[in-house]
């Protein structure tokens, strides 16, 4: 079975960059059977789909998000990560990642709760 956990500060500052890191176990992130996700859901919101990397290290993003956003992975560590520049409170929300086959994220990690103040 895949795990998948998530890490990372729970407070971020407006303006900073929010840094998030899945480790994976498992399952190899490198494996040409799968991709890897990112999804948030702020309070009050519904899940929102922020981006991918596929096995290969090519990535996707949500266009409301894609100026902001960057998806990277560390093979040799089965992580993959995820920064969200010049945050504000309303990227306050619970970050997950998941494994992605067939354009369905099946696998989830048990999220992580990101909180933008000052």
């Known amino acids: 079975q895949v795990q998948l956990q998530e890490s ?5 500052k407006p303006s900073q960059t929010l840094s998030l890191t899945c480790t994976v176990s498992g399952g190899s992130i490198t494996s040409s059977d799968y991709a890897w996700s990112w999804i948030r859901q702020a309070p009050g919101k519904g899940l929102e789909w922020m981006g991918v990397i596929a096995y290969d290290g090519s990535t996707y993003y949500s266009p409301s998000l894609k100026s902001r956003t960057s998806i990277s992975r560390d093979t040799s560590k089965n992580q993959f990560s995820l920064q969200l520049s010049s945050v504000t409170p309303e990227d306050t929300a619970v970050y997950y990642c ?3 086959q ?3 994220e099946g696998y989830w990690g048990q999220g992580t ?5 000052s």
Do not use: F, I, N, W
Not at 8 to 12: Q, Y
Not at 113 to 117: D, G
């Open 8 to 12: 990372g500060p729970g407070l971020v």
């Open 113 to 117: 709760q990101v909180t933008v103040s």
């Open 98 to 100: 998941a494994r992605r």
């Open 102 to 104: 067939s354009s369905v």
